[in-house]
């Protein structure tokens, strides 16, 4: 089926638009852009740049992707965005393209759902199944991990990382690395609970909550360090994965700038 572009918009003829794209009124389409098969763009939407854009995404009115990233710094270097399949993006969202200063590539995963007013600045990474709500920002270079909640109005310091399967409450202001598996929130955010609930939406067994929830105590509650809190649970099991990947994540953030683990890569780089 061959695509549906709007008699009002603009699509540059060197743009490549898969089957059945549909492109609605007084859109813009630069000549750098591909677009996936099954895709619709609504009405008043900017897409330019070099950007890459799978299949079955929908991009509401008023969106902004591959602009030149926010930052003083940039010089016209021809960096990109990379957006998989099966996202959606609400109204007036903005993904910027990246600088020249990590690989030069802001990347959104498959099947995310970023509502109005979400901001992805340049070089920030994003996985999978991952839910922004409204007037999200993230700050430059930031990473979320796959199945991270977002609520509305959420700031992100840039270089920070969002761990997997993790929620970040309403209003809050992340200064940090957010540990996987929990809910942060607060100005600046802190670990307040395990995410059981999301855990349990996404399968995972009571073991893996238990020992989480053990390891939220020792580290949160009772304050014990991460290496008192590690010898104690290794010591006495069971020792599950997510506890692995928790302190794994834990030393990487340790290791860096404020409580940013990447932060730490960039001053090494």
């Given at each position: 089926?061959?695509?549906?572009?709007?008699?009002?918009?603009?699509?540059?003829?060197?743009?490549?638009?898969?089957?059945?794209?549909?492109?609605?009124?007084?859109?813009?389409?630069?000549?750098?852009?591909?677009?996936?098969d099954d895709t619709t763009i609504d009405s008043h939407c900017v897409i330019s740049g070099n950007t890459s854009i799978g299949e079955e995404n929908h991009f509401f009115s008023g969106c902004v992707i591959g602009t030149h990233p926010q930052d003083t710094g940039y010089r016209e270097t021809p960096t990109c965005v990379q957006i998989g399949h099966g996202n959606t993006f609400r109204e007036h969202c903005?993904?910027?393209?990246?600088?020249?200063?990590?690989?030069?590539?802001?990347?959104?995963?498959?099947?995310?759902?970023?509502?109005?007013?979400?901001?992805?600045?340049?070089?920030?990474?994003?996985?999978?199944?991952?839910?922004?709500?409204?007037?999200?920002?993230?700050?430059?270079?930031?990473?979320?991990?796959?199945?991270?909640?977002?609520?509305?109005?959420?700031?992100?310091?840039?270089?920070?990382?969002?761990?997997?399967?993790?929620?970040?409450?309403?209003?809050?202001?992340?200064?940090?690395?957010?540990?996987?598996?929990?809910?942060?929130?607060?100005?600046?955010?802190?670990?307040?609970?395990?995410?059981?609930?999301?855990?349990?939406?996404?399968?995972?067994?009571?073991?893996?909550?238990?020992?989480?929830?053990?390891?939220?105590?020792?580290?949160?509650?009772?304050?014990?360090?991460?290496?008192?809190?590690?010898?104690?649970?290794?010591?006495?099991?069971?020792?599950?994965?997510?506890?692995?990947?928790?302190?794994?994540?834990?030393?990487?953030?340790?290791?860096?700038?404020?409580?940013?683990?990447?932060?730490?890569?960039?001053?090494?780089?």
């Open positions: 089926m061959s695509s549906t572009i709007a008699q009002t918009a603009v699509v540059d003829p060197r743009a490549k638009l898969g089957r059945n794209v549909r492109i609605g009124h007084f859109c813009v389409i630069g000549p750098d852009v591909t677009i996936g903005t993904v910027n393209r990246a600088t020249e200063k990590e690989d030069g590539i802001t990347r959104v995963g498959d099947n995310n759902y970023l509502m109005t007013g979400v901001h992805v600045a340049h070089d920030c990474k994003l996985g999978d199944r991952i839910v922004i709500a409204n007037n999200g920002m993230l700050g430059g270079h930031v990473h979320v991990f796959n199945d991270v909640t977002i609520a509305g109005g959420v700031g992100v310091n840039h270089f920070a990382s969002i761990g997997q399967m993790s929620f970040v409450s309403a209003m809050s202001r992340v200064l940090h690395d957010v540990p996987p598996y929990m809910i942060v929130d607060g100005q600046p955010a802190k670990p307040r609970a395990v995410n059981s609930v999301g855990l349990k939406r996404h399968d995972f067994p009571d073991d893996d909550i238990q020992v989480l929830t053990k390891a939220y105590r020792l580290i949160y509650r009772s304050r014990v360090g991460i290496e008192e809190a590690r010898r104690e649970l290794l010591e006495t099991g069971p020792i599950r994965p997510v506890l692995k990947h928790l302190f794994d994540f834990l030393d990487y953030a340790g290791a860096g700038k404020h409580g940013r683990g990447r932060q730490q890569r960039k001053k090494a780089a």
